[in-house]
């Protein structure tokens, strides 16, 4: 157990050391090693020597965390109301933290749910039978679901923010050591469980989820402000007002580009990487990674 290695040497309580990431450096043979981010909580005398040698990447100064917020969002105007579009990862999430804040959501998706998802993937597979607003770029869960579930970010990987979301995943069924894995991923088997866990959580809250709901146009007053949606379901076509609207649609939402660029609404270009997926057997792998006499253990 790293954490009561940890306590032992530095002679802490429990309470005082927290392993935070875990992840192997073999870009060395020779000298391959685990490289760990531990959080040390220690007396005033302690921290102040330490912080007059801190380092970034090595020793670095952790804040004492804000007192939490009640979750609700105090106000005397009635609740305000937001729609999200696309419920993919930045819309689910984005969902979870307006609920908790007291908003009501409504969270369209042009897609089906995981089950359904998952059945018209199967069909796509086996019989070439495409279905254009259910496969693996639409549908809950998002592009991502189908991929094996890798966890990666850019924004700081040890960062809170970050780490609420891991919890969160956590909380609706990932394994416990995606909080301190280097190279976190999920799976897809467990992606479904987690996701499905996830839109029950949202349904308690009071979410409006609304599956096979595509959204034709985005309504913006005279002055520039948006006001809401028009939506198609079933067929039927629906305006939707709201104080704010929120477009988590992904990359592959190229009629929602094309409509946003016919509003003039200011869009900005991302740049994009595009990889060449290559197997090989993970014997192979390992012993090429982290030599022959680790790859072995």
Not at 8 to 31: E, H, I, M, T
Not at 101 to 111: H, N
Not at 167 to 187: D, F
Not at 265 to 274: D, G, I, R, T, Y
Request: glycine share 10%; aromatic share 6%.
């Amino acid at each position: 157990d790293i954490e009561l290695a940890l306590r032992n040497g530095l002679n802490l309580p429990c309470s005082a050391v927290q392993l935070v990431r875990k992840s192997f450096d073999s870009r060395s043979r020779s000298s391959s090693k685990f490289n760990l981010v531990v959080d040390v909580t220690v007396n005033p005398e302690t921290a102040r020597f330490l912080h007059s040698r801190r380092k970034s990447g090595y020793v670095e100064y952790l804040p004492q965390p804000q007192a939490p917020t009640t979750g609700k969002l105090v106000s005397a105007r009635p609740r305000r109301k937001v729609v999200v579009v696309g419920a993919g990862p930045a819309g689910l999430f984005a969902s979870l933290t307006l609920a908790e804040q007291g908003y009501k959501v409504v969270l369209l998706e042009r897609g089906q749910p995981v089950e359904k998802r998952g059945a018209h993937i199967g069909a796509l597979v086996h019989r070439k039978a495409l279905l254009e607003e259910s496969n693996y770029c639409f549908g809950e869960g998002g592009a991502g679901t189908w991929s094996d579930g890798k966890l990666t970010t850019r924004i700081g990987k040890n960062s809170e923010p970050v780490r609420d979301v891991l919890k969160t995943l956590v909380k609706h069924g990932a394994p416990r050591q995606i909080l301190t894995e280097g190279k976190p991923h999920l799976g897809t088997d467990r992606l479904v469980r987690i996701i499905r866990s996830f839109r029950e959580d949202l349904y308690a809250r009071g979410v409006d989820i609304r599956f096979g709901a595509k959204v034709e146009d985005v309504t913006f007053t005279q002055g520039g402000a948006c006001t809401g949606v028009v939506v198609t379901q079933e067929e039927r076509q629906e305006r939707i007002e709201a104080d704010a609207v929120i477009l988590a649609v992904g990359h592959s939402a190229g009629d929602m580009y094309r409509l946003l660029q016919r509003q003039k609404v200011a869009m900005e270009a991302k740049p994009f990487a595009l990889g060449v997926r290559i197997e090989h057997p993970q014997g192979f792998i390992n012993s090429s990674q982290y030599g022959a006499e680790i790859a072995e253990r």
